[in-house]
């Protein structure tokens, strides 16, 4: 559970470096309609989240984010030994 909670304390690192809050309802918001982010940055930010916490998300399910709750609910389901 520390290990977990220290990948999640990383990650919300990354998002502030993206201008990207996670109370309240920003963190339900759509990265494209709401938070008005281009693709290329939303890819800058998963690549961020990969290489900070040396994990590697699966490209077919990076395509059901949209959120970045979706996203941290996929960086706390990667198995651990990833």
Do not use: R
């Amino acid at each position: 559970m520390n290990q977990q909670f220290t990948l999640l304390k990383k990650a919300i690192e990354v998002f502030h470096s993206y201008g990207i809050t996670l109370i309240g309802q920003h963190k339900n918001a759509d990265f494209i309609q709401q938070l008005h982010m281009d693709q290329v940055f939303i890819n800058g930010l998963i690549f961020e989240l990969e290489y900070q916490l040396q994990v590697i998300f699966q490209d077919e399910k990076l395509g059901a984010v949209h959120t970045p709750k979706d996203l941290i609910a996929l960086l706390v389901n990667i198995p651990q030994d990833n």
